[in-house]
């Protein structure tokens, strides 16, 4: 009986997930052809040309350097979030909680163009940096700089919700006793704070890399085409060059990405159990 009630979700997830990821893969052993053709024999040509070309390793590389910096990003700015959120009183937790989430009832795309308002060169931020007597302040979109601020802004309620869900090992027992024994408040957190909520660090840090290697429109519209990254050569590829088969072969080096992150994370999970 139990492997009869599997039946559907198995189902369900080999055709709407592991069948199109599967050709998907096939579409990369294929030649583009002029005119955004595809070609019928199957070929190595576009993972040769892929794997021999810098461009697409610094590609890869910024991509990950970049989701890596609005990883640390969001757990340094989540972090606290989510642990005065935990120790609040049951009669504010809720409530608080539903602060942290309630960005994710605004659309990214919404909240995307809040920030280029706010980051543009007329912007909030940059006309009180002039205000201040900052003459000529930095550019604040179409670079990195605005990619990573919105980002970690977005994908802030992401980690603290993991962050939430990993602290459940955290006991203010345990503080108060290391207090009383003559402990300071700043090793209290680094011997008893932090090592109890790695796990939460890692959920939170594993969900926040893969969303930030995936986002497509937040670098698409504050980078403006000057921030290289997976997601929008994927769109440009299939879209603008209509080159299917290095948009196929791109996709799946995202899913190979994912994949070391899940087998990081597990080690790690593993090691700290």
């Known amino acids: 009986m139990a492997l009869l009630l599997l039946i559907p979700a198995v189902a369900v997830n080999l055709l709407v997930f592991l069948w199109p990821m599967l050709n998907l893969a096939a579409l990369s052993f294929r030649d ?17 040309d892929l794997l021999t070309d810098g461009y697409y390793w610094s590609l890869l590389l910024n991509s990950v350097v970049v989701s890596l910096i609005i990883t640390f990003a969001a757990l340094l700015c989540g972090y606290p979030i989510a642990l005065f ?46 205000g201040l007597g900052w003459a000529r302040p930095p550019r604040l979109v179409f670079n990195e700089v605005g990619v990573v601020v919105a980002l970690t802004e977005i994908l802030m309620p992401y980690m603290i919700l993991s962050l939430l869900a990993g602290f459940g090992r955290l006991n203010p027992v345990l503080e108060e006793a290391a207090s009383s024994l003559g402990a300071r408040p700043f090793t209290v957190f680094r011997r008893i704070v932090l090592p109890l909520t790695v796990p939460g ?38 879209i603008v060059s209509l080159n299917w088969p290095v948009a196929a072969a791109l996709s799946v080096i995202v899913l190979a990405v994912f994949g070391v992150a899940l087998t990081l994370y597990g080690r790690l999970s593993r090691a700290e159990a």
Request: net charge positive; proline share 6%; aromatic share 6%.
């Open 201 to 238: 660090i890692l959920l939170g840090c594993l969900l926040a890399f893969v969303l930030a290697v995936s986002s497509f429109i937040t670098p698409s519209l504050l980078g403006g085409g000057r921030v290289p990254l997976l997601a929008t050569e994927i769109y440009d590829q299939a």
């Open 85 to 130: 959120v935990h120790r609040a009183s049951p009669r504010w937790r809720n409530l608080l909680m539903v602060a942290c989430i309630a960005p994710l009832l605004v659309s990214a795309v919404v909240r995307t163009y809040g920030w280029l308002v706010l980051l543009g060169d007329r912007g909030l931020l940059p006309s009180l940096l002039r």
């Open 32 to 48: 583009a052809l002029p005119g955004g053709g595809i070609g019928q024999v199957l070929s190595l040509g576009t993972w040769k």
